[in-house]
């Protein structure tokens, strides 16, 4: 089974100029891992995010689908994925891989900017 990731560069832009740039780096860039295994994701932000991190898994053919918001598992999804870190330096964690994990897994920061939430996440494939 392969675990494909991408790696997101995100930019944050505000009334069409650019206010400042957090590049985020994923590591590993691919794995393959067999079932049963336990397997990280960790993702690097240039600078500090204040938790406000997110991790997605995008499957073929379907919408990119929200795990983790920092450390809290949203509805629905396993008890087997966990998410930790601060600052610039975070790792999304998955126990007891299963096939059904497989897909495109991918980081994404959130910021608070003129009292709202935003983000342009850019995948570089």
């Avoid at 505000?14 to 393959?32: D, K, N, R």
């Avoid at 998955?94 to 983000?119: K, L, P, R």
């Amino acid at each position: 089974m392969s675990l494909t990731l991408l790696l997101a560069v995100l930019e944050l832009l505000v009334q069409g100029e650019t206010l400042w740039e957090i590049t985020m780096t994923q590591t590993p860039g691919s794995q393959s891992v067999v079932p049963g295994e336990t397997f990280s994701i960790r993702c690097q932000t240039s600078s500090g995010v204040g938790n406000h991190i997110g991790w997605y898994l995008q499957k073929s053919g379907e919408a990119p689908k929200l795990l983790m918001y920092a450390s809290t598992r949203q509805s629905g999804v396993s008890d087997r994925f966990r998410g930790s870190g601060s600052g610039s330096d975070y790792t999304l964690t998955i126990s007891g891989v299963q096939a059904e994990d497989s897909g495109v897994y991918y980081c994404q920061s959130y910021h608070y900017i003129n009292n709202s939430w935003t983000f342009h996440c850019v995948l570089d494939t």
